[in-house]
């Protein structure tokens, strides 16, 4: 999972030790990053070493976790990705929630995080997730593989959006949906950096400009967004 690494002190949210490491993934030498795309500041990725942040114990009241992927609709036997698993803190209750005869892919580009996420699936013996460590333009998912593929508080980090996008509708199976949550840009109550949060309007804006649209949104989340979108044929043409 990447993201930012919030800190609260009385008063005011202050960024951890662990933020301040913050290092975008690295670029292919001949191609480099963009620094913002459709006027949005582009967020640099949150470093491996601020993993545990993703486990942290308050991190169900803060966002509603459960509650969220009650909203994926999740049924046994269905192929979905985690994409920017992190060390697997969606990962693992969407393998359970699919069951055996479903499959969880589980995309990040830090090697790091994929070591720590085997070691996750090895402890609870769970044998129905792939992890897959993707490139920075490239999410190396299998094409037509998922009917869904959840982002949690990771798209606004993509340094590639376009070419993360294009990939991931190739790998969705017909009638497949992308899940955007993203931090509230709109509330100023939400206690995280600007550029690690997205408003619905700049979401839809850049899911509409790479052939995506709007199917269904869920507003019941404490701090995030979360909004579902499908291929527009008559944006596609039928690809």
């Known amino acids: 999972m990447l993201r930012s690494l919030p800190l609260l002190l009385p008063g005011l949210l202050l960024l951890s030790s662990v933020q301040a490491q913050e290092s975008p993934a690295k670029p292919k030498a001949a191609d480099p990053v963009p620094g913002e795309y459709q006027g949005r500041v582009i967020a640099q990725t949150m470093h491996w070493q601020g993993a545990a942040w993703l486990i942290r114990n308050k991190r169900e009241r803060e966002e509603a976790t459960s509650r969220m992927r009650e909203e994926l609709r999740l049924k046994t036997g269905m192929s979905v990705c985690d994409m920017g698993s992190g060390n697997g803190y969606h990962t693992l209750p969407m393998a359970e929630a699919v069951g055996g005869t479903g499959k969880v892919y589980a995309v990040d580009v830090q090697p790091e995080m994929i070591v720590m996420l085997n070691e996750r699936i090895a402890e609870k ?69 600007p550029e690690h949060k997205m408003s619905k309007a700049q979401i839809t804006r850049e899911m509409n400009a790479n052939g995506l649209k709007l199917v269904r949104e869920f507003d019941g989340l404490p701090w995030q967004h979360m909004m579902f979108f499908s291929l527009d044929v008559a944006a596609t043409g039928g690809n």
């Open 125 to 193: 013996a769970i044998t129905n997730i792939e992890p897959i460590i993707g490139e920075v333009d490239d999410p190396k998912l299998p094409p037509k593989s998922c009917d869904l593929i959840l982002l949690v508080d990771v798209y606004h980090e993509f340094s590639h959006p376009e070419a993360m996008l294009t990939g991931m509708k190739k790998a969705l199976k017909p009638g497949g949906q992308i899940v955007l949550v993203e931090f509230r840009a709109e509330d100023d109550s939400v206690p995280i950096k």
